[in-house]
């Protein structure tokens, strides 16, 4: 079985006030991008496709390490970022496992527990997620009464009782490579004119599929 990650790198990280692309601010003298592709590599054994946007070009060339790079011309959110590994993915790789270029303290072995625990799924998605008292902004984990993931609720659009809930989102999922290439064209554009890699959840109970 071929697993391959995307990692998402293009956006702009602006509040960090800083000219210098987010993913390429150093921690212990390598770029953040660096520790994901890191991760990525050693959980897939496989070189991770990285979607690039700002500033692409300084992004690509700042990253000395075994990637395949794609480009998010117009920044449609994470749905849309995805999307744009399908070409070169779609028929070469069994699972998708989508990670972020922002998140260096993710291990290796956190996403191979994924990956594992998705194997033993019969679901086309699987969600990392984690418990926290202090949201920070994270969507909501919507689990029904057999505990398989609903929903993710982004916290702008969340209820009070839904704002309660404290296990988060942390953005990284596993895929089946098929399902997700053709699900991902039914994701409809938010209100904020992005497409939300996170909506597929709900598209996946819609059609009768287990999320965990």
């Known amino acids: 079985m071929k ?25 212990l003298g390598k770029p953040l991008i660096w520790y994901a592709i890191r991760a990525a590599y050693q959980a897939t054994k496989e070189p991770p496709v990285v979607v690039v946007g700002h500033q692409a ?26 999307q744009q590994a399908e070409n070169i993915l779609r028929g070469k ?21 994924l990956i594992d625990a998705h194997r033993d799924h019969d679901g086309p998605i699987s969600v990392l997620t984690l418990i926290a008292e202090d949201a920070r902004g994270f969507g909501r984990i919507i689990r029904g009464a057999q505990d398989d993931v609903l929903a993710i609720v982004e916290e702008a659009q969340a209820t009070p009782e839904q704002k309660a809930i404290r296990e988060l989102n942390t953005g990284v999922m596993c895929f089946n ?19 939300y890699l996170t909506d597929l959840v709900a598209i996946a109970v819609e059609d009768n599929k287990k999320v965990q």
């Open 57 to 82: 070009d300084r992004v690509r060339d700042d990253v000395d390490q075994d990637a395949h790079f794609v480009t998010q011309a117009e920044r449609l959110g994470t749905g849309h970022a995805v």
């Open 3 to 27: 697993i391959t990650s995307v990692i998402l790198a293009a956006g702009q990280g602006t509040r960090m006030r800083s000219t210098l692309p987010k993913v390429l601010h150093p921690i």
């Open 93 to 113: 790789s069994d699972l998708i496992l989508v990670t972020y270029a922002d998140m260096p303290l993710i291990s290796p072995e956190t996403l191979e527990n």
């Open 177 to 195: 490579a098929d399902w997700l290439w053709d699900a991902l064209p039914r994701v409809e554009l938010s209100p904020k004119g992005e497409y």
